[in-house]
């Protein structure tokens, strides 16, 4: 079988991380050889490890925004070349949470970057890999406020509500523009989000 690059990305509080989990279970009783990765990080990248834990570490407030972007960036090189080209080419579903959906969403309409400049060293960063399928759940920052938190919060996470309203925004131009992108509504039962993802990703298997 040849290989599929599937990228989850959201907001705060979308459900990513959960329905990530569940796909992946999903999968593997379907006897697929599936690996479940991250950025920034990465499932067996000590390196962009290292820079994750650098760049959303609340402690850290001072980082500039252009630091952020390349902090981001040099997670995923480490990340494309360390952990996705390698399963991709033993022919394996690589399920992502977050990747370059989340630099222009983050950095780009929240953090007001150039887009131009992160297109041309985000192109380079990731060796102009493109995902097979990413999946956008969908969730407005009112309706995450009402959600339990299940992981702690970091840097990016404690930003204001005005931050991830844009965060927002740049997601929902991307899902107009981006032929690979589909939007899932985030907010219903995860029973519901999960069998409309399985329906989605079996377009592609």
């Not at 990413?134 to 339990?148: G, K, S």
Request: with cysteine.
């Amino acid at each position: 079988m040849q290989g599929r690059f599937i990228v989850f990305e959201g907001g705060e509080k979308s459900g990513k991380s959960t329905q990530l989990n569940l796909l992946h279970q999903y999968l593997l009783s379907k006897n697929f050889d599936v690996i479940l990765t991250r950025e920034p990080g990465g499932n067996g990248s000590q390196i962009a490890e290292k820079i994750r834990d650098l760049v959303l570490d609340k402690e850290n407030i001072a980082i500039h925004a252009r630091t952020e972007l390349l902090l981001f960036l040099a997670a995923r090189a480490q990340h494309i070349e360390e952990v996705v080209k390698p399963a991709l080419a033993a022919g394996k579903i690589v399920l992502c949470d977050r990747f370059d959906g989340s630099t222009f969403a983050y950095q780009g309409a929240a953090r007001h970057l150039d887009l131009s400049e992160i297109i041309v060293m985000n192109n380079w960063a990731k060796d102009n890999l493109e995902p097979d399928l990413v999946i956008y759940l969908d969730i407005t920052p009112e309706q995450a406020e009402t959600r339990d938190r299940l992981y702690k919060v970091d840097r990016l996470d404690a930003e204001k509500k005005d931050f991830h309203e844009k965060v927002r925004t740049g997601y929902l131009t991307q899902v107009k523009t981006k032929k690979n992108w589909h939007i899932i509504p985030a907010f219903e039962t995860i029973e519901e989000v999960a069998e409309n993802i399985k329906k989605i990703v079996s377009f592609i298997l």
